[in-house]
């Protein structure tokens, strides 16, 4: 068995074992993705989509790979609600690459939606938006606005106010990313993940590729995408 079944066969125990866990489904699509099997791996994505309604990535990688397989209908349909999730929650390279599949591949216009900053975003008026306030992967309520008591701040993957970390998880601008935009009940509760991930995958963390499993299932739990992780670390 190669490498890549190894894995394939770790992410469905992962999935078959936790089945509302949206990582684990997530996984194994890209796996299956890269072994191109890609019929299931779009059919992983979409479980993604109804267990993380918001992730848009997931609705980008779910159509993409419906059109790999010639199912253009299904691919235009999750093309177009992924496009106006990412564009009104402000993820930027979901939302640019669902635009050219949806204008270059697909033949459609862009759906006209309301945008983090209040513009509408689609046809040719987008407009970028602050990466830095966190877009998050998973499922996510409309952001709190209401008053904060002191030491709270909201969350950026959940949209609920939480307890302000005391102190970064771990040094570097990750973690002070991670300290000003989650709140510490959600990263006790990527601790619970993370946890699993670890066991389900048989990870070891003194291993620079198995640690770099780890940092991308935290990443994504915690909503903090490829884009703005490349601007903090420089990468």
């Given amino acids: ?3 890549l079944e190894k894995r394939i066969a770790q992410f469905q125990n992962m999935a078959q074992a936790d089945p509302d866990n949206e990582m684990a489904h997530f996984s194994l699509a890209g796996a299956l993705a890269q072994a191109q099997r890609y019929a299931e791996s779009a059919a992983a994505y979409e479980r993604c989509t109804e267990l ?3 992730m848009s990535r997931a609705y980008q990688l779910a159509a993409e790979n419906f059109l790999k397989v010639g199912q253009k209908d299904r691919a235009t349909q999750l093309a177009l609600r992924g496009y106006t999730i990412a564009a009104e929650r402000g993820d930027l390279m979901p939302k640019n690459a669902l635009a050219d599949m949806l204008t270059k591949q697909l033949g459609k216009d862009l759906p006209a939606v309301q945008g983090k900053s209040g513009g509408a975003a689609g046809g040719g008026g987008m407009r970028d938006v602050d990466l830095l306030g ?5 499922k996510k309520e409309p952001a709190y606005s209401g008053p904060l008591a002191e030491g709270m701040i909201v969350d950026a993957k959940t949209g609920r106010p939480g307890r302000k970390m005391p102190r970064p998880p771990f040094r570097g601008p990750v973690g002070e990313w991670i300290q000003q935009h989650i709140t510490q009940e959600t990263f006790n509760a990527w601790i619970a993940q993370g946890t699993k991930v670890i066991n389900e995958l048989r990870l070891d963390m003194s291993r620079d590729q198995d640690a770099d499993v780890y940092d991308q299932h935290m990443r994504e739990y915690l909503g903090l995408d ?3 992780y490349r601007r903090l670390t420089n990468a």
Avoid: F, Q
């Avoid at 966190?134 to 998973?138: F, K, T």
């Fill in 226 to 228: 490829d884009e703005t």
């Fill in 52 to 54: 993380a309604p918001t």
């Fill in 1 to 3: 068995m190669s490498d």
């Fill in 134 to 138: 966190g877009a998050a992967a998973g």
